[in-house]
């Protein structure tokens, strides 16, 4: 795939998705973060039922922590691992009040130190939060990257490397949201909608119908 191609790959998705953004429901950097840390091997749908209660109760660093582990837990127990990513979540609050002031930081190695936090959450918060031109690759973009031609790689971090290489730069800020969105409703993982697809004459994809 040249560039030519991958840019008019972008150029389509950019047309049919005009705000690129997450599906995440927060009002805040810190409740961006929370619903992050919450949607590991969970849904955007699920997270965003559990915290349509919790954030009208706690959505600070300092209400959160004055939850405790059970009271938070009562609030997330619908999601898949809920008592880890409570005790990661309640760890990430007194960090943010003793290190950052209560601030979500906006830098790779702060983020990164957080418990709950890796490279995929990291990168999420550092382009959905402050703009940067980051890829967090999860399973969407994973795929779209090898299915389509994109990006092929055998880790996530291949991938991503990949997609900053060559994606073009005016498309840089939204390619994380606008892969995601087209994996999550067209290019899907079973059942790909190849008849609805914006790029389908672009897609490498062997298999395509």
């Known amino acids: 795939m040249n560039a030519d191609q991958r840019r008019e790959i972008f150029r389509r998705l950019a047309a049919a998705i005009p705000d690129p953004t997450t599906e995440l429901h927060h009002g805040s950097t810190f409740e961006l973060l929370v619903a992050v840390i919450l949607s590991a091997q969970s849904t955007d749908k699920g997270v965003n039922i559990?915290?349509?209660k919790l954030f009208p109760v706690a959505n600070t660093p300092q209400t959160i922590l004055h939850l405790g582990v059970s009271g938070l837990e009562g609030y997330i127990k619908t999601i898949g691992l809920?008592?880890?990513?409570?005790k990661n979540i309640l760890a990430t609050c007194r960090i943010l009040i003793d290190q950052h002031d209560g601030e979500v930081p906006d830098?790779?190695?702060a983020l990164e130190s957080l418990p709950g936090v890796g490279r995929k959450t990291a990168n999420v918060i550092l382009n959905t939060a402050f703009g940067q031109p980051t890829i967090a690759v999860d399973t969407h973009i994973f795929r779209l990257g090898n299915r389509i031609g994109l990006?092929?790689?055998?880790t996530p971090l291949e991938v991503e490397q990949k997609l900053l290489k060559t994606t073009p730069k005016e498309y840089l800020r939204d390619a994380h949201h606008l892969?995601?969105?087209h994996g999550r409703y067209v290019c899907a993982a079973r059942k790909p909608k190849c008849g609805e697809c914006v790029i389908y004459d672009l897609c490498e994809y062997k298999a395509k119908a």
């Open 179 to 181: 892969l995601i969105l």
């Open 107 to 109: 830098t790779r190695e």
């Open 82 to 86: 809920y008592r880890g990513k409570a």
């Open 151 to 154: 990006a092929p790689g055998k």
């Open 50 to 52: 559990a915290t349509a």
